[in-house]
């Protein structure tokens, strides 16, 4: 088995900004990539850790706090970096990402790769609806995150590809 691309928009919508990644996935549930999952999560590290397997490829969609911060701003992130961007020690409660990410390293959970992409937030009070930078910003993410899409679909291929010549030739 090759792998499966799989997108996970982390957040809660009724948080405002932080429901960046939770709408980018909804934005392409209207359009849906061929072949991928498409999920949404709280980010609770157990039920993040299930939803991959070791041979997928992930693109997590994230909101995060920066400081000082840049409302609207993107990122991309390895795995690695955001594990090494936890900014506390893993507990059981209130991990972030870069926590999930270190307690799926250590569990050997972890997929073939994963990559963040993340926009700064400014406005985490209830309700729903992004605030303006993100909103701005908005369209970039998606833009991102459909790329990541596509080239880790063509990477899985390749991948596929160079099996399926190994065992013509085996």
């Known amino acids: 088995m090759t792998g499966r691309v799989v997108v996970i928009g982390v957040g809660n919508p009724?948080?405002?900004d932080d429901g960046a990644g939770p709408a980018v996935i909804e934005a392409l549930r209207a359009?849906?990539?061929e072949d991928t999952l498409l999920l949404?999560?709280?980010g609770e590290p157990g039920r993040m850790l299930g939803l991959w397997?070791?041979?997928d490829a992930?693109?997590?969609v994230e909101v995060v706090h920066a400081h000082p911060g840049q409302p609207g701003r993107l990122h991309t992130l390895t795995a690695e970096q955001a594990a090494r961007s936890a900014a506390r020690p893993a507990s059981t409660h209130a991990l972030g990402l870069g926590e999930t990410f270190a307690l799926a390293a250590?569990?050997?959970r972890m997929?073939?790769?994963l990559t963040v992409h993340a926009v700064e937030g400014a406005d985490f009070s209830l309700g729903r609806g992004l605030s303006?930078?993100?909103a701005d910003a908005f369209p970039a993410l998606l833009r991102h995150v459909a790329r990541a899409i596509a080239d880790a679909h063509d990477r899985l291929r390749h991948t596929a590809g160079q099996l399926m010549g190994h065992q013509e030739t085996a």
Do not use: K
């Open 106 to 108: 250590a569990l050997d």
């Open 111 to 113: 997929p073939r790769e």
């Open 40 to 42: 949404d999560s709280d």
């Open 53 to 55: 397997h070791r041979q």
């Open 31 to 33: 359009n849906p990539p």
């Open 58 to 60: 992930v693109v997590v």
């Open 132 to 134: 303006p930078p993100v």
């Open 14 to 16: 009724f948080r405002r």
